[in-house]
């Protein structure tokens, strides 16, 4: 008994579509974006979020007046990272609830510095003139809904928009 040529069309494409299937970031960097690597040395954001790397590849942008500088960075995942810089000079600042805010948005529930938690920003540089902002951070965040943690360490390098 002979089938039908619609019968064994459809599966025949199912193979050859999940034959071709890549993985989001390969399939962006043979677009050319983004490019390999994460940002350049004077443009990225990079972490380690629990045992994961996250690299700012969708959108890296920062803005700032001088007196504080608020970064944000999405990776091909979506998930998103921000860092609001209350004190800019250069030197080991304390990451609280109340100061030097971080942020992380991933799989749709929202992890920020507990109360009690203390992280610490480190300020390499910051230039008021040319806007930019070099950095690094280490801290524990929590999910208020389920207590859940994640464990976030990284730097940052950008250029900042004046804004204010």
Do not use: W
Not at 38 to 59: N, W
């Amino acid at each position: 008994m002979a089938l039908p040529m619609r019968t064994l069309t459809f599966p025949l494409l199912i193979m050859l579509l999940a034959g071709c299937a890549k993985d989001v970031m390969e399939t962006a960097q043979d677009l050319g974006l983004p490019p390999p690597g994460c940002g350049t040395a004077e443009a990225h954001m990079q972490a380690t979020v629990d045992d994961a790397s996250f690299c700012a590849t969708l959108q890296l942008s920062a803005v700032g007046d001088g007196s504080s500088v608020i970064v944000t960075g999405v990776d091909m995942a979506g998930t998103t990272l921000m860092l609001q810089v209350d004190d800019p000079a250069p030197g080991v600042h304390p990451i609280t609830e109340a100061t030097n805010a971080v942020l992380c948005l991933q799989a749709g529930a929202t992890f920020t510095v507990a109360p009690g938690t203390e992280g610490q920003l480190t300020v390499l540089a910051h230039d008021t003139v040319a806007h930019r902002f070099t950095g690094s951070f280490t801290v524990l965040l929590t999910n208020e809904q389920d207590g859940g943690t994640r464990a976030l360490s990284g730097d940052v390098a950008v250029q900042y928009a004046a804004g204010g």
